[in-house]
């Protein structure tokens, strides 16, 4: 079933994406009086469909997004419908519309969302002050401490949670600057992100603060056993005041598994449990996650939209800014992901809810956008950069020039595609 959700919901992802950015280069051919012969969903043999005038509607087999064909989109015959018949500027302009057309789905897509109501956790807004730092970690080597206050990271100033989670995980074995405030003065360090994961992600060992009160309670532990219930808040251990999640966790992890007299409050009562701990992966635990407030983002259409712009500015600075790395080899290409990953987080968001998905389907058609405007013979930008060429030369290429332009372009996205997918078989073995 997973691997049909798999299926099902990158189809339908993909499919969104892709027929918005060909509806681009269609409607701009259109307006702009170019022919068009063929606006296909689907590659492959034609299965239905109907031509009006000289283009043909139709459903093709392959249900893989879509195309379409332009007039004279190869080699034209000096008719003056054909794409390439006509002046570098609607060339630009067709070629261009596809990518800004993902783009406008991006942030149209997020407007709704915010619209509808985006739920998320509280403290992604927050300034990063410092709950707890794991023991020999890379933030513990770096000397940061609990309650140290981040004012600044990788040039970043006053990060948010959000911000800090992006950039430690987009540096991962880079050294990164950083500067605390800490009991009133400033402290600098250099943490350098530990690789974790199969997508080579940086890891700090910083953790938000949390607070000793239960969130969700895993099914067949300790924790389910002794009664325990999401809201718990957890006062004392044989004991020992507990001072929040990360001192509980100390606590039952310290126990070695003998009995624990836990002391709580439920809705105003305090009560007294009993509860043994179990080892699971070397470590003692009970079977509970912390508690983290939630926030309901829901706006008004136009602070909808302007909280929907921002998102995209803010993705597209980061997809360059990981682009640069991959590029530099400060980042492991293990962090990009293919068609595989992008099947699995589209069922495992779908599962989630609507919201979800279509939150990681304005992402990934922000992402599209932004890879097709990357100057690679074949693709949009490839083709934009070969126009502002001729213009700077004042003449077209020859044909010769372009058929060889295109056919190292193809050979790029072919060898690309055939790595980046080899690159998701290989993060699963």
């Given at each position: 079933m997973a691997i049909l959700g798999n299926i099902f919901w990158f189809l339908v992802l993909f499919t969104i994406i892709v027929v918005a950015h060909e509806f681009g280069h269609f409607a701009t051919a259109k307006l702009l009086g170019i022919g068009v012969e063929t606006f296909s969903l689907g590659f492959g043999p034609r299965l239905v469909g109907f031509k009006r005038r000289e283009t043909d509607y139709r459903i093709s087999m392959i249900p893989l997004g879509g195309y379409v064909k332009l007039m004279g989109e190869e080699k034209g015959s000096g008719d003056p419908r054909e794409f390439m018949s006509r002046p570098r500027w609607q060339?630009?302009?067709?070629?261009?519309?596809?990518?800004?057309?993902?783009?406008?789905?991006?942030?149209?897509?997020?407007?709704?969302?915010?619209?509808?109501?985006l739920q998320e956790p509280a403290f992604y807004s927050q300034p990063v002050i410092v709950g707890w730092v794991e023991p020999g970690s890379p933030a513990d080597k770096a000397g940061i401490h609990k309650g140290d206050r981040i004012i600044l990271i990788d040039g970043k100033k006053n990060p948010t949670w959000r911000d800090l989670k992006v950039i430690i995980s987009t540096n991962a074995g880079n050294s990164v600057r950083v500067i605390l405030e800490r009991n009133g003065r400033k402290v600098e360090t250099t943490l350098i992100p530990q690789k974790v994961g199969k997508y080579s992600l940086g890891y700090s060992g910083i953790y938000v603060p949390a607070e000793p009160v239960i969130g969700m309670i895993l099914p067949g532990k300790p924790a389910q056993r002794a009664g325990l219930k999401p809201g718990d808040r957890i006062l004392e251990v044989n004991g020992e005041r507990v001072e929040d999640f990360y001192h509980l966790r100390e606590l039952i992890n310290?126990?070695?598994g003998k009995e624990l007299v836990l002391?709580?409050?439920?809705?105003?009562?305090?009560?007294?449990?009993?509860?043994?701990p179990e080892r699971i992966n070397g470590r003692w635990i009970l079977g509970f996650l912390p508690y983290q407030p939630a926030v309901k983002k829901q706006y008004p259409f136009f602070t909808a939209l302007v909280s929907s712009v921002k998102d995209n500015i803010y993705y597209t600075t980061m997809t360059f800014d990981v682009l640069a790395k991959l590029i530099a080899g400060k980042l492991s290409p293990r962090t990009l992901s293919g068609p595989l990953d992008i099947a699995q987080f589209s069922y495992a968001t779908a599962a989630a809810g609507m919201i979800p998905f279509l939150s990681f389907l304005a992402f990934?058609?922000?992402?599209?956008?932004?890879?097709?405007?990357?100057?690679i013979p074949g693709l949009d930008g490839g083709q934009i950069i070969i126009l502002l060429i001729e213009a700077l030369i004042g003449r077209e290429l020859s044909e010769r020039a372009k058929d060889w332009i295109l056919k190292l372009g193809f050979s790029i996205i072919i060898l690309l595609s055939i790595f980046v997918l080899l690159n998701d078989i290989l993060k699963r073995l």
């Amino acid at each position: 079933m997973a691997i049909l959700g798999n299926i099902f919901w990158f189809l339908v992802l993909f499919t969104i994406i892709v027929v918005a950015h060909e509806f681009g280069h269609f409607a701009t051919a259109k307006l702009l009086g170019i022919g068009v012969e063929t606006f296909s969903l689907g590659f492959g043999p034609r299965l239905v469909g109907f031509k009006r005038r000289e283009t043909d509607y139709r459903i093709s087999m392959i249900p893989l997004g879509g195309y379409v064909k332009l007039m004279g989109e190869e080699k034209g015959s000096g008719d003056p419908r054909e794409f390439m018949s006509r002046p570098r500027w609607q060339k630009f302009l067709v070629l261009v519309m596809g990518p800004v057309m993902n783009v406008l789905v991006a942030v149209a897509v997020m407007t709704g969302v915010y619209m509808a109501g985006l739920q998320e956790p509280a403290f992604y807004s927050q300034p990063v002050i410092v709950g707890w730092v794991e023991p020999g970690s890379p933030a513990d080597k770096a000397g940061i401490h609990k309650g140290d206050r981040i004012i600044l990271i990788d040039g970043k100033k006053n990060p948010t949670w959000r911000d800090l989670k992006v950039i430690i995980s987009t540096n991962a074995g880079n050294s990164v600057r950083v500067i605390l405030e800490r009991n009133g003065r400033k402290v600098e360090t250099t943490l350098i992100p530990q690789k974790v994961g199969k997508y080579s992600l940086g890891y700090s060992g910083i953790y938000v603060p949390a607070e000793p009160v239960i969130g969700m309670i895993l099914p067949g532990k300790p924790a389910q056993r002794a009664g325990l219930k999401p809201g718990d808040r957890i006062l004392e251990v044989n004991g020992e005041r507990v001072e929040d999640f990360y001192h509980l966790r100390e606590l039952i992890n310290n126990s070695q598994g003998k009995e624990l007299v836990l002391k709580i409050e439920r809705k105003g009562r305090v009560l007294e449990l009993r509860v043994k701990p179990e080892r699971i992966n070397g470590r003692w635990i009970l079977g509970f996650l912390p508690y983290q407030p939630a926030v309901k983002k829901q706006y008004p259409f136009f602070t909808a939209l302007v909280s929907s712009v921002k998102d995209n500015i803010y993705y597209t600075t980061m997809t360059f800014d990981v682009l640069a790395k991959l590029i530099a080899g400060k980042l492991s290409p293990r962090t990009l992901s293919g068609p595989l990953d992008i099947a699995q987080f589209s069922y495992a968001t779908a599962a989630a809810g609507m919201i979800p998905f279509l939150s990681f389907l304005a992402f990934v058609s922000l992402q599209l956008a932004i890879i097709n405007l990357l100057p690679i013979p074949g693709l949009d930008g490839g083709q934009i950069i070969i126009l502002l060429i001729e213009a700077l030369i004042g003449r077209e290429l020859s044909e010769r020039a372009k058929d060889w332009i295109l056919k190292l372009g193809f050979s790029i996205i072919i060898l690309l595609s055939i790595f980046v997918l080899l690159n998701d078989i290989l993060k699963r073995l």
